[in-house]
């Protein structure tokens, strides 16, 4: 269900839509309440659609149980959620309650409502982290409802069958993908754009999006030369591109088209279901002299719509869902595909997360992982985009690219802090 994100949290939503919907089947007898109780509010929530069969029904069951308002659910399906929710925010029948992921553009248009009140008696049970990425000036803006951090899955039997150990640079990587490749399987597949690894080369390159100042930390050697490369691994012919379905949806990897894939931790149920115990899983590989690994931690979160009508009574049900229900948080997280829990009480009591595959997810989000940064916007996420597009996709200068990502973020930069 991610991510983040920092950057491609939201680009796995469609066909992980078609997915659950064809799993799951009779979503429309699973309806949120509609109408006005007579003890409380009507509310309306805004998600995603989540590609794990089961999720919907989930949502919509939670919102029936809340007895203080009736709670419709608006279930969104499209790849471009954010293009249907920041538009609706600015009409009569905009959300009182959605998830996304936390901006700095939307506290400071006054967009979501400060959830200190209701966050701050728990505050010691969320990772840290997640408090932080949602915290401005001392106020926090979001509840975290899942952890998902994001690696590369493997097969060992295949490695094993090409004599290549795990890659621990991105020279290796590209060398194991060319020694993984026949003429049935290809070696890897990092999504049909490249994207969702643009934020791992960047970490992985030993530099950042933006420093502690808010000042461009993405544009150094290292990322330029860990461009130059992805460009060598995309004109290779070892990669898998243009797949049915994207890097959120395992079945490239599950199907064999595949022997390694970009993915998230959410497909790590459905992953063992099909090839058992011949998966393993590993960070992005470090690029340079000053590289280290990298996990994306992505995520959603919910966010209080500040111009809400019913505003109190939507804090009220977000406390009650994403604070008060463990039992519902953790059954989100660990029951329709793996996600960590936020919070540090149930990540610890998470049997499913224990042992195997998932337990090494989580040491790799523990020791790798890299979260939001709340003034990493939107605009900023698709100029990055641009540099892999032209400095990657197509055969144009890194450094020209990075140039012209940084007129874009500097822009937004001032936007953001003057």
């Known amino acids: ?60 069951r939670y919102a029936k149980a809340y007895k203080e308002a009736n ?16 538009p609706a925010l600015l009409t009569k029948n905009a959300p009182d309650v959605f998830e996304f992921h936390p901006q700095l553009q939307m506290v400071t248009s006054g967009q979501v409502a400060d959830l200190s009140d209701i966050i701050n008696p728990v505050k010691d049970d969320f990772n840290a982290a997640d408090i932080a990425s949602h915290t401005v000036d001392g106020k926090i803006y979001g509840v975290r409802m899942i952890d998902d951090p994001q690696f590369f899955y493997y097969r060992p039997s295949l ?8 890659p621990q640079t991105l020279e290796e990587l590209i060398e194991v993908i060319d020694k993984l490749t026949t003429s049935k399987v290809k070696g890897a597949f990092l999504g049909n754009d490249i994207t969702p690894v643009q934020n791992p080369l960047i970490w992985s390159a030993g530099a950042d999006t933006l420093n502690d100042k808010n000042e461009i930390a993405y544009h150094t050697d290292a990322v ?8 060598k691994l995309f004109t290779s012919g070892n990669l898998l591109l243009d797949a049915p379905a994207d890097w959120w949806d ?10 390694i894939q970009w993915c998230g931790m959410w497909a790590m149920p459905v992953i063992q279901k099909a090839l058992g115990d011949d998966v393993g899983i590993f960070p992005f590989p470090k690029v340079g002299d000053s590289g280290r690994f990298s996990v994306i931690n992505g995520g959603w979160s919910m966010f209080v719509n500040a111009k809400s009508k019913n505003l109190d009574a939507a804090k009220e049900y977000v406390k009650w869902l994403w604070i008060d229900q463990k039992e519902y948080q ?6 329709y595909g793996f996600h960590i829990p936020p919070r540090t009480s ?46 990657v996709r197509k055969n144009g200068s890194p450094e020209a690219a990075l140039d012209a990502c940084d007129k874009k973020v500097n822009a937004e930069l001032k936007k953001l802090f003057g």
Not at 14 to 35: E, H, W
Not at 77 to 85: P, R, W
Not at 363 to 371: D, M, N, R, S
């Open 1 to 60: 269900m991610s991510a983040m994100r920092n950057v491609n949290w939201d680009r796995r939503t469609v066909l992980r839509a078609a997915m659950g919907m064809a799993a799951a089947g009779g979503l429309a007898a699973c309806g949120g309440n509609t109408g006005r109780s007579s003890s409380g509010e009507g509310l309306t929530q805004y998600f995603h659609a989540y590609g794990e069969a089961g999720t919907e029904q989930a949502i919509k």
């Open 71 to 86: 709670v419709t659910t608006q279930w969104i399906t499209g790849s471009n959620f954010e293009n249907k929710l920041f």
């Open 159 to 166: 490695f094993e069958k090409a004599k290549v150990e795990v």
């Open 224 to 231: 330029a030369d860990g461009l130059s490369q992805l460009r």
């Open 250 to 259: 395992p079945s490239a990897f599950t199907q064999g088209l595949t022997a």
């Open 330 to 335: 953790e059954d989100w997280a660990l029951s």
């Open 346 to 391: 149930i990540a610890q009591s998470a049997t499913k997360l224990k042992s195997g595959l998932p337990a090494e997810g989580v040491k790799l989000f523990g020791e790798y992982g890299h979260f939001d940064n709340i003034a990493w916007t939107q605009a900023m996420i698709a100029s990055v985009n641009d540099v892999i597009a032209n400095s």
